[in-house]
């Protein structure tokens, strides 16, 4: 990979970090993103090439070999067809002699089969057996070594994406222009914050991973000799881990180098051993079969067994369902039947509470209404009294008139008979209002033995009410008891449905697993009746003649060589990855060179900024970027300028005076 010459720095005339932003500083932070981006992809293009290289270097070898393979077949062929004895075996080595690439791979079973039917060595030795063995543990190996070839893989990728994002903060954090558009000095947290907020055009420098020189211009007026000194101090810190984790990435691929060798040794000496060793039917053939068939039969009477328990669990689990069903429906119907009497029995409770406050009510009315008579009473009860004392005086004054009559003279006796005439009077008058009084009273008392009947049957009333009450109190307590104990019961059968679902849950569990063991039983005994088939057919086949064991050695020369392909692959990789840490070396070399250089010009540069400024940013007032265009002309201008010359009714382009309405405006992103 060729490493490009150091650039002069260039020297960008950027305002301060207090100073608001200008068009300037926005113009060569994305200059220098565009820069860096450049960069990435020119080093990028530059490992693919020699990646390229590396294979087309490496097909040539494949296809060398390849060809040394064919002529060897090929010599093959011709030495085999004078000692075939059938047309068709001659016919077959004349075409693999011919020497067509697809003719031998058609024909390349049918040709290892003539090989060694004429190579001459009919008995074989059991070290086969022990090659093949070892090729199984190769095999392995080979697993193994794929697994951590990819794990290696991996863990490179991971290794160069860190570093790449490491020489790629560095890039961002030595550029001045990045300080300056996100106004930094030292903190480096406020740019992963603020980049994810920038404009349309700034979304550049998300992508970048390496570094440019020309990328990071020095404003000397704005930074201090001693940030600098830091940073130094710091990029020595990182470059020092770089070269430690560089040098542990090459300790590894010399250890795996090694490990590579050694199987490479170890599969050239078996190769040699399958060379001069022949196959020959192994003795353990019989037992294996007989092992074979006694685990089949093994495998498909529990196979029985298991589909015996399994249609068990499954009429338990129909039986259980069918169960909880009817269950569910009968306690659903006893609920709803409680639930309607229970409405029922307090919708009567309500209107008997209703019909007794009501004659309550009357009661009440008709013991006032008598307490009110009782007052009556009384009064005709003083009205009696006072008769009686009148008629008690009425008696002395006759009896005194009686006693004076004959001794005292006419006079008195005129007197007193006015006296009495008027007495008289008085007791006639008095005894009009007794009468009336009396009858009056008479008839309260009537009044007062029909209220009396009343309150007595009222009374009746009320306490029957009463006791209809208690009992209907003691029966809505039965009824509140009857409730809760109903709840408890619902709580129960609520908690035995939840039991019933668990063993269910259980039931069916226990189903999905017989299910699963039955299908791998199944898939097991589908296994080994094609390993009988295979051993069978291997049998047969090792009986009739050798061939099985030469093709089969031909499959592993192949799988031999689908290995070398992989371990070339692996060293390719092995070469990338040394290429990619030379290319890391060299971008800290350039780091390193970068901080240590400063000077030269800007002017091109400053020149292309202006003209890139030209294009970006809005041409009235300078400031912002162009993000309106005018349907009608085409021409592009920020969004504040366009909305101020709609507003003072200046409807004409600025540049070619066609006028233009808000209709006419499009939003644009650049």
């Not at 109190?473 to 008891?481: A, D, F, I």
Request: neutral net charge; aromatic residues 4%; contains cysteine.
């Amino acid at each position: 990979m060729s490493v490009e010459p150091a650039t002069k720095k260039v020297k960008l005339e950027l305002t301060s970090c207090d100073e608001p932003l200008t068009q300037k500083d926005v113009i060569a932070f994305q200059k220098e993103a565009l820069f860096r981006c450049i960069h990435q992809k020119r080093i990028s293009l530059e490992s693919l090439q020699t990646q390229y290289a590396l294979s087309t270097r490496q097909c040539a070898d494949v296809t060398r070999k390849l060809a040394n393979l064919m002529a060897l077949v090929v010599t093959l062929a011709r030495f085999l067809q004078p000692i075939c004895q059938a047309d068709e075996e001659k016919e077959i080595c004349e075409k693999v002699a011919q020497g067509d690439e697809t003719v031998i791979v058609q024909l390349s079973d049918v040709f290892m089969k003539l090989l060694t039917k004429y190579s001459g060595t009919e008995n074989g030795d059991e070290k086969t057996q022990g090659l093949a063995i070892a090729l199984q543990a190769l095999q392995q190996d080979k697993d193994e070594l794929v697994y951590q070839n990819k794990h290696l893989q991996e863990e490179v990728i991971r290794i160069k994406s860190y570093y790449e994002g490491i020489v790629h903060s560095y890039d961002r954090e030595e550029s001045q222009t990045v300080k300056r558009i996100f106004k930094r000095k030292d903190n480096t947290d406020e740019v992963n914050v603020k980049e994810e907020s920038l404009p349309n055009g700034t979304d550049i420098s998300k992508q970048e991973s390496t570094p440019l020189k020309e990328d990071s211009p020095v404003n000397g007026g704005t930074h201090g000799n001693g940030n600098d000194g830091g940073k130094d101090v710091e990029q020595e810190l990182r470059m020092q881990d770089l070269k430690s984790q560089i040098d542990a990435l090459q300790t590894t691929v010399q250890s795996l180098e090694q490990f590579k060798q050694q199987n490479e040794q170890e599969i050239i000496k078996l190769r040699k051993q399958l060379q001069e060793q022949q196959s020959q039917p192994s003795e353990s053939t019989q037992d294996t079969k007989d092992t074979h068939s006694e685990k089949i039969q093994h495998l498909t009477r529990q196979n029985g067994e298991l589909s015996q328990v399994n249609e068990d669990l499954l009429t338990k689990f129909h039986e259980l369902s069918k169960c909880r069903d009817v269950y569910s429906n009968n306690l659903a119907q006893e609920l709803q039947t409680a639930q309607e009497t229970l409405k029922k029995h307090n919708s009567n409770l309500e209107k008997d509470l209703v019909r007794i406050r009501t004659t309550r009510d009357e009661l009440l009315s008709k013991v006032a209404i008598l307490e009110k008579e009782t007052s009556k009473s009384t009064m005709l009860e003083d009205l009696q009294s006072a008769l009686d004392t009148l008629a008690s005086q009425w008696s002395k004054l006759e009896s005194r008139s009686k006693l004076t009559s004959s001794s005292e003279t006419s006079q008195n006796q005129d007197a007193l008979l006015k006296e009495l005439q008027d007495l008289e009077q008085a007791f006639k008058d008095l005894s009009g209002i007794t009468h009336k009084k009396y009858s009056e009273y008479i008839n309260q008392e009537s009044v007062i033995s029909k209220l009396s009947v009343e309150k007595t049957k009222a009374d009746q009333k009320y306490f029957a009410a009463m006791r209809s009450k208690d009992a209907i109190l003691v029966e809505n307590k039965n009824l509140s008891k009857s409730l809760t104990k109903s709840n408890d019961l619902i709580s129960q059968l609520k908690d035995s449905d939840k039991l019933l679902r668990q063993k269910i849950d259980n039931i069916t569990k226990q189903l999905q697993l017989s299910q699963s063991n039955e299908k791998r039983l199944i898939d097991s005994n589908k296994i080994t009746t094609l390993k009988t088939m295979d051993l069978n057919s291997e049998l047969s086949k090792l009986k009739k003649s050798l061939n099985f064991t030469k093709d089969e050695n031909f499959k592993l020369t192949t799988q031999l060589t689908q290995l070398e392909g992989k371990l070339q692959s692996l060293e390719t990789d092995l070469k990338s990855v040394r290429i990619k840490s030379h290319n890391f070396e060299s971008k800290c070399e350039k780091l390193q060179n970068s901080l240590l250089t400063n000077g030269g010009d800007n002017g091109p540069l400053v020149e292309e900024l202006e003209n890139f400024r030209t294009l970006v940013y809005c041409s009235l007032c300078s400031k912002n970027w162009k993000n309106m265009a005018i349907k009608s002309c085409g021409h592009v201008f920020c969004e504040n300028c366009c909305k101020e010359r709609l507003a003072s009714r200046m409807r004409k382009c600025p540049t070619c005076n066609k006028a233009f309405s808000s209709n006419d405006l499009l939003l644009v992103h650049l």
